[in-house]
């Protein structure tokens, strides 16, 4: 399941972004059925599983670093998962990506290493 991520953007430490996650138009995959996770990558790093969301019962996961300031989301009438982030940061700095997962108490996992389009956000301070 090959996810794309959009809703990218510049912003001022202490602001907000929503971030938007959908398959692609052609895969007629229904997003509430799978696990789905938020990564985020800086030049020279791995990619971070910083928040999940489960199938099923919704259970939630979330870095400590962005515990209290995202909320992952769903909304099954749109086919679609949110990462809405507040008081963000310039450590926030990345490219953001969504992927179906296996969401654990440990944080998200990818199961296989293939990614859809991630967003680039920037918190200049």
């Known amino acids: 399941v090959q996810l794309q991520a959009s809703g990218g953007g510049l912003v001022q430490a202490g602001g907000s972004l929503r971030l938007s996650c959908a398959p692609s138009?052609?895969?007629?995959?229904?997003?509430?059925?799978?696990?789905i996770g938020w990564f985020r990558q800086t030049p020279g790093e791995e990619r971070l599983g910083i928040t999940c969301?489960?199938?099923?019962?919704?259970?939630?996961y979330y870095r400590e670093s962005v515990r209290g300031r995202f909320t992952i989301s769903r909304d099954t009438n749109r086919n679609m998962v949110y990462l809405e982030m507040n008081n963000l940061r310039p450590e926030d700095t990345a490219v953001y990506y969504c992927?179906?997962?296996?969401?654990?108490?440990?944080?998200?996992?990818?199961?296989?290493?293939?990614w859809g389009q991630g967003t680039q956000v920037t918190v200049s301070s």
């Open positions: 969301i489960s199938s099923g019962n919704g259970s939630r």
């Open positions: 138009r052609s895969s007629g995959i229904t997003l509430d059925r799978y696990a």
């Open positions: 992927a179906q997962v296996r969401c654990t108490g440990y944080g998200p996992i990818r199961l296989r290493d293939v």
